[in-house]
């Protein structure tokens, strides 16, 4: 949630006119007001060759303020567009065409992270509106370059990602996510 | 995604004015058009003291033109509403207020079914809208009675709720949601 | 793990004579040497009236040298015996007879915790032998005693539970597997 | 689990003397009389580039009697292997060594079949023993050949693979697996 929540997100058709039948601006914002919209995250890793989690990739970015965050990749499913072909189009979008994700076989997210505008309500937080997200672990194989507004892409270790030090890093309950993710393919530390 | 497809719900706040900051009718058509718009859908289960399930519960529905629909427990997940509140408020309101549900501990649900106004992208299908509805099996250990618009709520054993005749009177893709569940808790015949 | 590692397992019906076709020590002891065991760990937790998990149950050991221990409810899966009827048996065996389980429906376990004899493969070890755990969460909702071995049950939040303090006082990994839990419940601090 | 089953299973270290530590025909009958013994079970599958599932690997076995049966990649976990290299061994040893099987991030399988030598307790059944098997659906990438006793690898839709006359060729609950898998991925027809 991070991304969009602290810059103009030039990811989102919407925003600066995409094809038709997406939300103008103004749509949008009406609805974030009062719809919990749909988004998905996905935690980057790297995995050996029998599958073990050896590397989880954050996105490094700058706030308005100069500070630095480290963030999953994550975004909004769009009118008419499947979990899976979000899942693709925000890891592309973040860490370029060449990423060679492997977007599991299954829908069954590891879990739902609902980010509430009301902090406390769960560890998820979005200011900006109520967002349910399907949250997956998704491999990457190939190149991965930041895109956009994302100044670098760390790839740490499980250790590392876990770390108070990392943590302190990550906003919105992202760093619980990734920590969640870890748990799951058994790489919490 | 039966119920409101072919009744007005009664069950939906916006639609016949709500507390502030639901959606008024028209805006929610709006959104409907331009939004993926989150469900949840519970398969009520009836398990026996080891947790094994032993019967499944499906609401008899009829349509405008007279004939009989079998569902499931399906609805929006409002603004600023839990997931886990959500399946118990859709609960309660389709089995009533002493249907006793076991509303999972985890939030992973089982599977996410996506219902696209376009038939044939998934099996599940909508004509109202795009759907992202978070599925899950919820053993009720009360007494249910339908509500609303339902006629009756029939306990069915896992086979029969998997068979030919049974899948034939579900619409939408429900069916195939019904065998999922079924194939989850291993059960599928 | 940590029960029959530091205690004479009254529990297993093959150490102390049990139904025909169960192992004697000598053939349990030589299985353990050559074969992966099949057991199940049981994390008890209580739950609000929407699931949502408030207390961790754990059992306190004494351990032969005078030291405490803290451990979930564990213990093997027996020949011809179901994974949901393990379950049931070592809760009871635990926990007394009256906790009133809710045994999930689907055999899906939430994780796989592999104890190595040998630490370090996995976060998980059993110096006696490979056991292959399936780990699941479960709720329980009548009144918990401590059997057998155990001094006591303690119920604590999540946060108590993934606590430095508490995760010092586990053995043999079981402290991640209680921060694994709770990831996956949504309640990892 | 029909492989071992219905031939000499070349693929047992066990059987023909293997390495230290592994069990002697006799060792292995004798526990296999009196523990559950540890399995996976492959689904073997291809996926689109966006994880869709759109074939599902069988392999192709004579019996002893001369009738065709069709099989999911299965076998034992050897003392002191982990899960995920027990899934790659025997996805080589059916499959060959440049299958590419892209083993799960997570240990949590999509179910446990629990296969009694009595039938008709779960809907799996292995006359030789109780086998707990942990179950996976791995997409592999590479080039697929079927390896020692099976005749060949059927690439199947996987409305084919549900299909009453496939699901007639597998035995033991092995077609039951086969649609669990699919539930589990979204393409249960």
Redesign the interface.
């Known amino acids: 949630m991070t991304d969009t929540a602290e810059f103009p997100p030039d990811d989102d058709p919407g925003r600066d006119g995409g094809p038709a039948?997406?939300?103008t601006p103004e749509?949008l914002a009406?609805?974030r007001?009062?719809?919990?919209?749909?988004y998905v995250d996905a935690v980057p890793?790297r995995?050996d060759?029998?599958?073990?989690?050896v590397a989880v990739g954050l996105l490094l970015r700058a706030t308005p303020l100069g500070s630095m965050t480290r963030a999953l990749v994550t975004g909004r499913?769009?009118?008419?567009?499947?979990?899976?072909?979000a899942l693709?189009r925000h890891i592309e979008k973040d860490l370029g065409p060449v990423a060679l994700p492997?977007?599991?076989?299954?829908?069954?997210?590891?879990?739902?992270a609902?980010y509430?505008?009301?902090p406390g309500?769960?560890?998820f937080h979005d200011p900006r509106q109520?967002a349910?997200s399907?949250a997956y672990?998704v491999?990457v194989a190939g190149d991965c370059r930041p895109q956009h507004n994302a100044l670098d892409l760390a790839w740490l270790t499980p250790e590392e990602a876990c770390s108070d030090t990392v943590q302190a890093e990550m906003v919105n309950g992202q760093g619980?996510l990734v920590?969640?993710a870890m748990?799951?393919?058994?790489r919490?530390d």
């Open positions: 039948g997406w939300l749509d009406a609805a007001a009062q719809l919990p919209l749909v890793v995995v060759e029998s599958g073990d989690v499913v769009l009118y008419h567009e499947r979990v899976r072909d693709l492997q977007v599991p076989a299954s829908p069954q997210p590891f879990t739902i609902e509430f505008p009301t309500i769960t560890p109520h349910i399907l672990v491999p619980t920590r969640q748990a799951h393919v058994g919490l």
